[in-house]
């Protein structure tokens, strides 16, 4: 808790001042956003082991190109590993194409304060992504593809679709969203998990603060296929990371 509280206090100091770096006429923009969360899922599997986490998001983006880059660091925790802070550093680039919204990115995640320990995979890996969103009326429909030629924990080819959708309904601002998605694993015994589903809904609201920005509320719902016993087993047990929960979160968008 000592490590969520100190990286609660960096968001909240370090954001407002990032907030207010103008780059001139560039026409470069900087969009920082911190989230405190319940439970930090990736992919349908807690990566704090149900623990809340701080997080942070900037990006520097060119608008009249789409290119853009940037970093997201939340605070993890794994059984077995004393990882104690997850830090990604992205870059790609966005345009439409054919009535669609097309973002093309790579990521470079990276597990901060591991220390290896005899044969303990190295837990860093790259991945290439590919979004597409369309919007039709108050419902926007969304999709992703991810491959990573060695996946977390050394885990071999990693490949990922996801598909959802986004509904503006109308009623108190409310915004309600569902996803589906399903992460292949190439060697299962380094990840802990074979190739699994996982399936999520959420419901949000956006509160707008003058001359700051945007606050977002989220509730969420997410479950994955994975059974209790094959969950990421240590010692023969399986972790209670993969079960289904409810989880809710407050994004800054300033």
Request: hydrophobic share 40%.
């Amino acid at each position: 808790m000592q490590r969520f509280a100190a990286l609660l206090v960096f968001l909240l100091v370090a954001s407002p001042a990032m907030a207010q770096l103008r780059l001139g006429e560039s026409g470069l923009t900087l969009n920082p956003t911190a989230t405190v969360t319940s439970d930090y899922i990736f992919r349908g599997i807690s990566q704090t082991r149900s623990r809340p986490a701080a997080q942070f998001n900037t990006e520097l983006a060119h608008p009249g190109s789409g290119v853009y880059i940037g970093s997201f660091v939340s605070n993890a925790q794994y059984q077995g590993y004393d990882v104690t802070t997850e830090i990604d550093l992205f870059g790609g680039i966005r345009f439409p194409l054919g009535g669609f919204n097309i973002d093309v990115l790579g990521i470079w995640y990276h597990y901060a304060g591991l220390t290896r320990r005899g044969a303990q995979p190295r837990l860093d890996y790259v991945e290439a992504i590919l979004r597409a969103s369309r919007s039709i009326g108050p419902v926007t429909i969304l999709g992703m593809l991810g491959a990573s030629p060695n996946y977390f924990a050394s885990a071999g080819t990693g490949l990922y679709v996801e598909a959802g959708l986004d509904w503006q309904t109308g009623l108190w601002g409310l915004t309600l969203g569902g996803r589906l998605a399903h992460q292949m694993i190439g060697r299962p015994a380094n990840f802990g998990v074979g190739n699994y589903s996982w399936w999520g809904v959420n419901l949000s609201r956006d509160f707008t603060i003058e001359a700051l920005g945007t606050l977002t509320a989220t509730l969420s719902y997410v479950q994955t296929s994975i059974a209790r016993d094959h969950c990421v087993p240590i010692s023969g047990r399986g972790q209670d990371i993969c079960g289904a929960r409810a989880l809710a979160s407050l994004g800054f968008r300033f």
